[in-house]
């Protein structure tokens, strides 16, 4: 605890103190932030679960009894061989997780997947929880509307198929960065500057622009999109990749040249991704060695794919649950999946705009963070048909149980954007400095106080991290210089020394040789 004025150091009887006085507590970390934890009573926490589970209505997700396991009920086609495990009705003699561990071992090696990588058989079935969103805390006022929604998480970490669907995930992203077309994902928070840089240029040409926007967050995409939606989308991916003749593919030397190049076909597939087996070496088409590095198939990445949604099983108490809706939250494969169906979606939706339309709309999605800019300028789009369009995207672009809960229009991530005439501006966003200069106080837990636990090695790389955020979050010279004075107040407030921070600029200039870092670390 950091210290105060006429207060004495934190002392281990102090603590033991204040654990005590937790006991009963429900205490899980809030958002999984670093040293921000939530605290409940067991009954409020119970009610949080059966909200964000739903287990009566079995929408999302639903008890299951298991028949134990047996050679026989292996019997039949690939697609029923899990199938055939669930019981419809509970009988004397139920299945255990260690069944569900069998029956995925004996199907693991009937698909072949074993010659990719081992099954582990003393792997587990993940014990599902509840963690509270950190906005939905931070204020004593939506805390009260809010508290019983939570994020369902779903841990794989001991899952026995672990390592297979991690290569599964790794080629999945592969695929997803070879995707062209008119979606809106972007893989990285800084692409966002890069993005409103290229619209910036697009626009540019357009006379008596007026450029509007708009903000959208999607309310549970993970868990509520549709698994025939997630199948289509990432089949018709598949397509669109193969399909397209200017993806490169690599020779077994490291070379590349152009797909379909004859002598290119003849050594190289594009039906297959060749990844390494340890380590984050390069991924590329094809096949490789078979010592260092595994092959994924499109049909085997979309059996796993298959498998995963289907077979979502984890462990409540003493009761099997198994996922019926939705992307598991903690499934390697998550984060691909969520971007790849939502970018077939909105390149379909995109694609079946009048074409006078497209040029004057610009969008770009982040996870399940959408942001839009419209041209309803002179020679844009008409201001009444721009909000016949608003509607017509947040009803149609997703599926209807895929809600679109709109944001502040000029806040995205952490930027702040501004539009003037046809001219796009972003900067780093910090959301503490009203709440700082009213209170002293952080509202978001951005930085640890400087008399806090951690070591001075985390506290620096920590800084460092956030200057690098808001140069890339920012584009303007006086923006970032303006982002940097309010977050060097917020941490005059926290009690960073001041020699500590500029240690920290100095060091942005040398690795960026950019002249603003200078400016601040010489004075």
Same mark, same amino acid.
């Given at each position: ?16 103190? /204040? ?19 939530? &605290?409940?009573?067991?009954c409020?926490?119970?009610?949080c ?10 929408a ?16 039949g ?6 199938h055939? &495990? ?33 099954f ?11 963690i509270?969103?950190?906005k939905?805390c ?23 198929m672990?390592? *297979? ?13 070879? /995707?062209?077309g008119?979606?809106f ?5 800084k ?39 997630? *199948? ?33 076909v ?6 297959a ?15 490789g060695?078979v010592?260092?590095r595994?092959?994924l ?47 077939? *979606?909105?390149?379909?939706?995109f ?15 982040? /996870? ?37 809960e ?7 991530l ?18 503490? *400095?009203?709440?700082m ?32 955020r ?27 020394p001041k ?15 950019e ?9």
């Amino acid at each position: 605890t950091p210290l105060e004025k006429n207060t004495r150091p934190c002392s281990l009887n102090d603590v033991l103190n /204040l654990k005590n006085s937790m006991k009963g507590l429900v205490i899980t970390p809030l958002d999984k932030n670093l040293g921000k934890l939530a &605290m409940r009573r067991p009954c409020l926490y119970d009610n949080c679960m059966q909200k964000t589970y739903d287990l009566e209505s079995n929408a999302h997700h639903r008890e299951v009894h298991l028949r134990p396991f047996h050679n026989k009920i292996m019997q039949g086609t690939n697609e029923n061989i899990l199938h055939n &495990m669930i019981k419809e009705q509970p009988n004397a003699a139920p299945g255990t997780p260690k069944d569900v561990i069998s029956h995925f071992q004996a199907f693991y090696k009937r698909k072949g997947w074993d010659k990719i990588c081992p099954f582990n058989p003393h792997g587990s079935l993940g014990c599902m929880y509840a963690i509270l969103k950190d906005k939905n805390c931070t204020d004593p006022q939506i805390r009260k509307q809010k508290y019983k929604k939570a994020r369902p998480i779903t841990p794989y970490c001991k899952h026995p198929m672990k390592k *297979l669907l991690h290569y599964a995930a790794r080629a999945w992203m592969f695929i997803l960065k070879q /995707l062209k077309g008119p979606h809106f994902a972007i893989p990285t928070t800084k692409k966002f500057k890069e993005k409103m840089t290229d619209f910036n240029a697009h626009f540019a040409t357009a006379k008596n622009a007026r450029l509007c926007t708009k903000s959208w967050d999607i309310s549970g995409c993970y868990t509520n999109m549709p698994k025939d939606k997630i *199948l289509e989308s990432m089949k018709e991916i598949l397509k669109l990749v193969k399909a397209d003749p200017d993806i490169d593919a690599l020779h077994e030397d490291g070379t590349y040249a152009e797909m379909n190049s004859p002598a290119i076909v003849a050594k190289t597939s594009k039906e297959a991704i060749n990844l390494p087996k340890f380590g984050k070496g390069p991924a590329h088409w094809g096949y490789g060695d078979v010592d260092t590095r595994i092959t994924l198939t499109f049909k085997q990445m979309l059996d796993i794919v298959s498998f995963s949604l289907e077979n979502a099983f984890f462990i409540l108490g003493d009761k099997i649950i198994q996922q019926v809706h939705g992307i598991p939250m903690g499934d390697p494969m998550s984060p691909a999946l969520c971007i790849g169906s939502c970018a077939y *979606l909105e390149m379909k939706w995109f694609e079946s705009l009048p074409a006078n339309i497209q040029p004057h709309l610009k969008f770009t999605r982040y /996870l399940d963070d959408i942001f839009m800019i419209a041209n309803i300028g002179q020679n844009g789009i008409p201001e009444s048909d721009f909000l016949a369009l608003k509607k017509e995207f947040t009803e149609n672009c997703y599926p209807p149980c895929l809600e679109l809960e709109e944001t502040p229009h000029d806040e995205y991530l952490e930027c702040k954007v501004q539009t003037e005439g046809n001219v796009i501006t972003t900067r780093h966003w910090n959301k503490n *400095l009203t709440h700082m200069i009213a209170t002293g106080k952080q509202h978001y837990y951005k930085h640890q106080h400087f008399g806090s636990h951690t070591t001075n090695h985390s506290k620096r790389g920590a800084l460092i991290g956030t200057w690098t955020r808001m140069s890339d979050n920012t584009s303007t010279t006086e923006g970032l210089h303006m982002a940097i004075c309010e977050k060097m107040f917020e941490l005059n407030e926290l009690k960073y020394p001041k020699k500590y921070v500029l240690k920290t600029l100095k060091y942005m200039h040398n690795k960026t040789k950019e002249e603003i870092w200078s400016r601040f670390a010489t004075h």
